[in-house]
């Protein structure tokens, strides 16, 4: 479940967004949903659990490939438009290394959320169509961890969205050229 933040009906650019939530009193998480901050709701072992292993496999995958990326755990934000930008679960930014002091990703090639029951028709509505306005992603995975499977979204060479069901085996994330056993996400 989500709530819309106590912002007295202001609506907020990303950059202005930032800046409020590093004034904000009390911690929480946010997204900004077309200029209004929305809370992000409290998150249950298990489903840290599973973000935890999918930032684990990414990295160890772009270990393995020696691919000049990043797999970051949530907390980087990607910047969807000027009043729009999501925190996803994990994601992988390709390019040079980011500075330190970095908010939003400026090359995300992978962005991933793991389903909740609260967020999963906003995982797979609003932010399937969000993640893809950004030029850089190229695969938007959707992690179901009762499940047991990823749907993966792909973006072709052609533009176009291609969608598939994994249950087993290895996903293969090219670009940037990373093969992860699905089972890895996985208890």
Not at 19 to 48: I, N, T
Not at 74 to 94: I, K, L, M, R, Y
Request: aromatic share 6%; with cysteine; hydrophobic share 45%.
């Amino acid at each position: 479940m989500t709530a819309i933040a106590k912002t007295e009906g202001r609506r907020f650019t990303v950059a202005a967004y930032l800046d409020w939530l590093e004034r904000q009193a009390e911690p929480g998480r946010y997204e900004l949903v077309a200029g209004v901050p929305v809370a992000m709701a409290p998150e249950r072992v298990q489903h840290m659990r599973v973000k935890a292993r999918v930032w684990r496999g990414l990295s160890d995958a772009i270990s393995a490939a020696g691919v000049a990326c990043e797999a970051l755990p949530d907390g980087a934000t990607v910047q969807v438009d000027e009043t729009t930008a999501f925190e996803p679960d994990a994601s992988v930014n390709c390019g040079d290394p980011l500075p330190g002091d970095t908010v939003i990703l400026p090359n995300p090639v992978i962005v991933v959320e793991v389903l909740s029951p609260g967020t999963a028709s906003i995982d797979t509505g609003r932010k399937l169509a969000g993640y893809f306005t950004v030029p850089s992603i190229r695969h938007y995975l959707i992690v179901d961890a009762e499940k047991r499977l990823v749907i993966h979204h792909d973006r072709t060479e052609a533009g176009l969205i291609e969608t598939g069901i994994v249950t087993a085996g290895n996903l293969v994330l090219d670009p940037p050229g990373l093969t992860i056993a699905i089972d890895r996400f996985f208890d």
